[in-house]
């Protein structure tokens, strides 16, 4: 009868590892090259300013957007306190005309 393969120890799973590992090592090593940077270079910058010419118009938008809301909210917030300050005062206003009331003043 054969042993069951130890939980602690799964071969496939190290030889995966050993091997990601390895290959990262390489591709770190060729990337690192002087020559090979300016080539990912020459090929990103392309890339990375079409995404930001295509994605700036959504930006902007938002940007418009949250300012628009920003302003609602303080307009909102500025009625509110508004109107408490005079709901205050006709409260105040209708306390003292009770209290004269009932003073006979």
């Known amino acids: 009868m054969s042993n069951p393969p130890s939980p602690d120890r799964d071969r496939y799973s190290e030889a995966t590892a050993d091997m990601a590992s390895h290959i990262g090592e390489k591709i770190l090593m060729i990337l690192r090259h002087p ?22 118009p959504y930006i902007l938008l938002s940007a418009i957007l949250f300012l628009i809301l920003f302003i609602f909210s303080i307009g909102t917030f500025w009625m509110v306190v508004r109107g408490s300050k005079t709901a ?3 409260a105040l206003k209708s306390i003292a005309v009770s209290a004269d009331l009932l003073t006979g003043v």
Request: proline content about 4%.
């Open 35 to 56: 020559d090979n940077q300016a080539r990912v270079q020459s090929v990103m910058d392309p890339v990375i300013s079409h995404i930001i010419q295509r994605v700036f």
């Open 88 to 90: 205050a005062s006709a």
